[in-house]
């Protein structure tokens, strides 16, 4: 106990020391052919407040960067109603905008009451109205709320610009590397510096409930598996074994991590009860076995193995122990995750020199590359399915890139300074 | 985190938010020094396909017979873990070493290139590292001189992409 208790006060200290931030911009390379056009006014301010957000910005960032809207530039706005009983709907027919979404922000207490409706122009009804209270803090947080009830309402798929990412940093060369670990809301804005080490981080795996990040970090000069809370920034030490502690990945129930340890000899799955602290070994042979992934039904691990001499997926069946191979398109796949519909698996597959994000339907076994850069890793799916977050290159620099689950929109993410890579997607944290 | 104070230049101490813990490579020999093995790495960028190691102090402790070997740096070909012969007479060099200095321990440190993921390549970094392991062992070093930290892909002794970038990250370093 003692041993944890001063882990925990490293994590304080770290924590104390960290105050840098490492916002992420975005970047849109690719717009979806087939996106749905919508227009979103400027949300009517009471008064002469300023506000520090523009709602209906960040509202309309959200939707474009989903790949499935195409919000009207702001120039092309008709009339700026703010409530529907003031909106023309033949206008907005007129500009072929198929949805209308138009709010007000006024004030109330010491912060604000914001209010929106969503509007089916063609069918002139209104699909939503709310209000919400807010705060200076939270008026992003409202307006990320907002883009969740629209694209829900129009997709019937739940939103996931409320959600976070975790990713690894890094900035410097040689011996003088400092390496970062942050969360950050879904558009890379509000970045918390959660781990600051001179030795490398990575492998961030969300907690199903959101509350904790597993990693590997090698502060100590050896690999060893860390969970962190992250309110409270109390952490402890799962692993530190011989070799190789790495690829955390939690089961759906939270209460178990699948990891890859070299402790015996070759790296191989294992499977650590985490309240129990006990460890189950899943596979054995000669061979690399790694990166392993849950399916969203807890009943099977996906993870990457060299048994058949180049890197393939395998199924490991947890109720029957039994493998087997699941990809054969190409001589390189590797981490694996599974869609949260458990139907599909994200990947990274190398075809010629490329190392490429790529979906694997897993009843046909049609494989598809999604992206069209070189060199693609750790591929993280968000919670509604919609998208994959992945590393990849920009000239010399790591950056981070989103690509819709069909492939059909892209956007980057890279840092104002420095590397970014490992991102994580979390999940639903409402 | 370790806090364990650094005895580098002051100038890079303070060009750190803190001074912490042990440097990969050149720095980290067990039974530490204070302050004489000041590692003079930092120095992975000259493109010598000399990276990290080279420049360490020669950390000398009593007792000791003979000089930790110059060379700390050994390199491999694509998606391989074979010694390739150019670096046999490298590897026996530290296995006489080893041999010869009972107390000696030594870092072997896996690294790979870039391309591919992640975890699977500090997977790739440690078959490298115990390929240099099996090597020593057959030369008769004993396993409690040795231990295997393998960084995959982490810390690149070159930055960029192109197989000349590739061919300097592929390797195995001796961290005495």
Known sequence: MKRY???WLGAMLMLIAAQAQADLTIEITRGS????????????VEGDMSLPQDVAQVISDDLERSGQFAPLSRDSLISRPSRSENVNYRDWRAVDSDYLVVGEVAQEGGGYRVQFELLDVYGERRMLGEYISSNTE???RTAHYISDKIYEAITGVRG?????????TSQGSGDDIRYGLYVADADGRNSEEILASNQPILSPAWSPDGTKLAYVSFETGRPAIYIQELGSSRRVRATSFPGINGAPAWSPDGRKLAMSLSKDGQP??????????????LTNNSAIDTEPSWSPDGNNIVFTSDRGGEPQLYRYDIASGQVERITFTGNYNSRGRYAPDGESLFLIHRGGNEYQVARQDLDTGRLVTLTDSRWDESPSV??????VIFATQQGNSGVLGAVSADGRASFRLPAAQGDVREPAWSPFLN | MQFKPYAKSLAVALSFA????????GGTQDGALDGTA????GTSTTGQGMASGQQSGTAMQAGQQGRIPDVRTIYFDFDSDQIRSEFQPVLTAHARYLSNNGNAKVVLEGHTDERGTREYNVALGERRAKAVERFLTVQGVSPSQFEIVSYGEERPAVRGHGEDTYAQNRRVVFSY
């Open chain 1, 5 to 7: 208790l001063t882990l």
């Open chain 1, 33 to 44: 052919d087939r996106a749905t056009p919508i227009a979103i006014v400027p949300f009517a």
């Open chain 1, 138 to 140: 939270q008026l992003r």
């Open chain 1, 160 to 168: 996931a610009f409320s959600t976070k990412i975790a990713y690894v």
């Open chain 1, 268 to 281: 191989e799955i294992y499977v650590m009860d985490v309240a129990a602290r006990s460890f189950q070994r």
């Open chain 1, 382 to 387: 968000a919670p509604n399915g919609s998208m």
């Open chain 2, 18 to 25: 803190f001074v912490a813990g042990c440097a990969s490579s």
């Open chain 2, 38 to 41: 000041g590692s003079g790495t």
